[in-house]
């Protein structure tokens, strides 16, 4: 791995450059076409210039350490997907406001407080092209790290009111519960297929939805819209984790020194491994072909091999399939919200979600 220099520079101010509403969504610009969705492109991303300012504002410690480490993640990189949800969803009431701006930033701080968490968890050794907080700082600073994070995060939203505050609470023992779960896996009297599905909505889908939620709370948005949004935010969370689970196995850019299959190589159960595994129970090439994912470091086991045949395999064709259902379920959830751009942004950031390859 090549070990790139820290990208936080303490004391100096970061500056970047303005962010357009289509590309943080991976969309194309053609998409914002008419005067309506240039005005709702142009308050977002007036919306993610403050949020990137109140970040870095939100991320200083007096302690010098913490101070570096905090924003190191931030810095790193990262769509603000949730923040832009937040902002976006505000659309269907009175617009970004500070009250979004200040729930957009703590939703991110919990996104990253939950991704220096789960580095350690995974003993990851790279996240948004650096090497991960642990690896720099090892464990012990990283989780409190997270801490730190996680506290800004709760302190921002005492201003918000009591019902996004609980809404944050339960949404963090979502994730929790999402990453405990799958931590120990299915119970005996589980089916390991949906115990998946729910570790993804809870880790993923939770934190999605509770950021869709909050824009309609804090807009002034009526009230109909709220579970339209939620029930968006987790299907689209699924659906993101899905497709994550067939990329894994796709051929890394070239240059990176990344393998196809990492997951798969490190026993992380992704859907087309449980699809592989209930078939093997009555398919004896699938049988061979699950022995030897399960086996990576057996020289039988041919593991490049066998993982280019899992590529295009019928369980990652159906995993694929699977990703595009929840999608579909996504956008069928928002029948409730008027025609417009919000909801023509969210069908093609849905779209967009399951069609990506990296
Ligand atoms: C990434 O999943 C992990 C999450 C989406 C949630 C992790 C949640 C916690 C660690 C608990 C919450 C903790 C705090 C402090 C809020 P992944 O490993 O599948 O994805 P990756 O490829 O991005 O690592
Ligand atoms: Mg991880």
Redesign the pocket.
Known sequence: MTLKPAAAVPGEPQTSPRRSLSSSLNLTDKIFSTGRDREVARAIEDGIAALEARLLVETEFNDGLADVAARYLLEAGGKRVRPILVMLTAQLGDGVNDDVITASTSIEL?HL???????V??S?PE?RGVPTAQYVWGNSVAILI??L??ARSSRLLTTLGEEVMRLQADT?ER??M??LHETIGPRDDEDPIEHYLQVLSD??GS?IAAAARMGVVLSNAPRIYEQAVVSFGEKVGIAF?LI?DVIDMSPPAEGTGKVAGTDVRAGVVTLPILYLRKLATTDADAALLLARLENPTDPASNIDDAIAELRVHPVTVATTAEAHRWAREAIDSLGALPDGTVKKTLTRFADSVVNRTK
């Open positions: 919990i407080a939950s991704l220096y968490h789960d580095d968890m995974d990851a996240r997270g801490d994070l996680f963090f994730l929790c999402g990453q880790k993923t934190l984790q994550d």
